[in-house]
Structures are given as C-alpha cells and as structure tokens.
C-alpha cells in the first residue's frame, strides 16, 4: 500500500518556467488536496478536490492551477513560475469529505526552488 | 484575520517531562481538532485527533483536550521522549478543509 506518492521529490526552476507536481493515491480517497508550507507559516491550502470533477480554491490559489480527472491522481501545475512559490509542497488525500472531516493523509513532500 | 493561533512556538523539555501545546480557534464550525506531527524531510502525520462531542482523548503518552466554550485545544505528551522532537502542528477542520496553526517545535534533551 503506497499511500499518497508525490513526484518529483526536487525541482529547481527558472523564473516564467511552468512544470506540474504530480499526486497520486491508492486509497480510494475522495478527498485530495495541495498544501504549501513555508518556514514558520504552517501549511496553507492551495487546492482542493471532493471527487473526480471537482476542484476549488483554497487560500493560496494564485499562480497555481488543478484538475481532477481520475479519483487517483490530482497535479498540481505551475503556468508561470514565481521566486515567491519556492517552498515545499505536500499533496493530502482522506477518506472523508464535505460532510464529516477526517485524518489526512500526506505524501513525502516536493521541494521547490524557483531562481 | 488569524483562525488559528498555535503556542508555543517552541518548546524544550527534559526526557521524561510534560509537554504542552496550545491551539485557539475561531471558526465555530470546526468539526474536527487533530494534531499532526511532523520530523524533518517528511509529511505530517496524524497523532492524535478529537470530535467536539468529547472534552478528552488519550492515546498511550498523548492526550487531547478540548474546550468547546473556550474554542481551544491541546496537545499533552507525558514522560516525553527524544524521539517526540519534532513540530506539531493543529490543523482544525470543516467540510474536510483543514487550517493549520504555524507550529511548535519541540526538543526533547535526554
């Protein structure tokens, strides 16, 4: 049972480059989501989804689009890349949803660095 | 507008002491109070969690309490250990959207 797996574990950018987080659960979890994490800023949602279809803002959204198209997998892309969206990224899926919240469970983490 | 506001941001404790962590919340609608823990270079994981239908929980060395009156909550680990140095986070939650606390980082000196 592999869990959440996020690729790639590293990624060094260039400003205006794109490039895609990629997600993925065997869970069969409904509930997915994106979260960034910055020194002493906790994790912030960026994303999220409630099934394949479906997908909407979290509170970081800006520069950063998803899409849902499989309840297994749910990237995450960069369009345009920015030195502000340097940080770790963690991909989250749980059993739970709308209507009762649950245990998330988190990936390993992707490291951004965009020079 | 800070939802959720998480104490200490630090936290040394000796082998075998009382750790303490606090989380303030604002959003009445929370329906759902975990901590995660986290060590360097991997993802969160759950530790302990609590529905607001229960003021305590404990789980071996950690327990949960809550104050739905209050809007807080908080983590104890008992007899801690070295191996509980790491940050932890509160992240309560509605209609499965979670809001993370910015953390306390815990050492524990054997």
């Known amino acids: 049972n592999a869990g959440v797996t996020q690729t790639p574990k590293f990624q060094v950018l260039k400003t205006g480059q794109s490039m895609t987080l990629q997600c993925a659960q065997d869970?069969?979890?409904?509930?997915m989501s994106w979260y960034r994490q910055d020194p002493g800023m906790g994790l912030r949602l960026i994303h999220y989804?409630?099934?394949?279809?479906?997908?909407d803002q979290g509170e970081v959204p800006n520069g950063y689009n998803v899409s849902r198209s499989t309840t297994e997998d749910f990237p995450l892309r960069l369009l345009s890349a920015a030195p502000s969206q340097t940080s770790v990224y963690f991909c989250?899926?749980?059993?739970?949803?709308?209507?009762?919240?649950?245990?998330?469970?988190f990936g390993e983490g992707s490291r951004l660095t965009v020079l | 507008q800070q939802q959720v506001k998480q104490s200490p941001q630090s936290l040394i404790v000796q082998k075998g002491g009382i750790s303490i962590i606090n989380c303030a919340y604002e959003?009445?609608?929370?329906?759902?109070f975990p901590w995660y823990q986290q060590f360097p270079g991997k993802g969160p994981a759950l530790l302990i969690a609590?529905?607001?239908?229960?003021s305590e929980k404990k789980e071996g060395r950690f327990t949960i309490s809550f104050n739905k009156s209050a809007k807080q909550f908080s983590l104890h680990i008992m007899d801690s250990q070295p191996g509980d140095s790491a940050t932890y986070f509160c992240?309560?939650?509605?209609?499965?959207?979670?809001?993370f606390g910015d953390g306390t980082t815990l050492t524990v000196k054997p």
């Open positions: 989250a899926s749980s059993y739970s949803g709308v209507l009762r919240s649950g245990e998330l469970f």
């Open positions: 992240a309560p939650s509605n209609a499965g959207k979670s809001t």
């Open positions: 869970m069969n979890h409904e509930y």
């Open positions: 989804s409630v099934g394949a279809g479906i997908t």
């Open positions: 959003n009445t609608a929370f329906d759902y």
């Open positions: 609590i529905r607001p239908d229960v």
